[in-house]
């Protein structure tokens, strides 16, 4: 009978997996890691080719000149020379210094420079005779040096240097530093016949360079040694304009 399993008779059945074929796993392809590498270098190197770059300027300054200096004149000018000039200021005088005085050497030839476009003055020149000597000896010429009536001598009275800063909430916020010069000078007109100071005048000034840092942000300026020359210019500018005032209001009359 079929289909139909008689009592005490085991039945055995014997299965067999039959093979299976699954799909490969499709693994996602990685992009390559060298090309990051690659990128930052590149970045890196137009960086230090952007860092290293050196960049030049220039630009033409305006230079202060005496009031009178664009002012016409048709007066007549008297034949002045420049003495000495001296640094009787306490700076660069320490006892380490070399004993040189070039504060005042600078100062002699700010004056020379000022007296001459002042257009009140016929200054002479007493610092190059020897080679004013040799040029005319070289053009077979004869000298005709002309004499002054009066001779100017100044001195540098007072020069200093200080710096000034300040801070807000203990530098947090921001903090500034100036640096400040100041220096002041007397001319003294002298008779060359009688030797007599006939005219003083004087003239000070005061230079000043500012820097301000706002919370990380700002620039920040070292030690500035052009401040000496610019107040002392400032200093003979305005004692050469005083000169020139007295002349006009007629406190004195080069003669």
Known sequence: MTGVVPPGIALSC???????????????????????????VTALIAASILAGCATESSRSLPVAQVNSAAQPYQGA?????????DN???YMRGLFTDNVDRLGGQAKTILITH????????VMDRDNMAELAQEAKLNKQAQDIKGANFVVTGDVTEFGRKEVGDRQLFG????GKSQIAYA?????IVNVNTSQVVY????????????????????TASYDSTLNG???DLAIREAVNNLVTGIDSGAWKPQ
Request: glycine share 8%; no cysteine.
């Open 200 to 219: 003083s005048v004087q003239g000070a000034g005061e230079y000043s360079l500012d820097n301000r840092e706002i919370i990380g942000f700002g620039g």
């Open 77 to 85: 000018r008297s034949p002045i020379s420049v003495g000495k000039f």
């Open 115 to 122: 007296l001459q476009q002042s257009n009140r003055f016929s």
């Open 230 to 232: 610019k107040v002392l």
């Open 184 to 188: 002041k000078v007397n001319l003294n």
């Open 172 to 175: 947090i916020l921001g903090r």
């Open 88 to 90: 009787r200021s306490s």
């Open 14 to 40: 014997r299965f067999s997996r039959l093979p299976r074929s699954f799909p490969p796993l499709q693994q996602k392809r990685k992009k390559p890691m060298f090309k990051r590498p690659i990128i930052a």
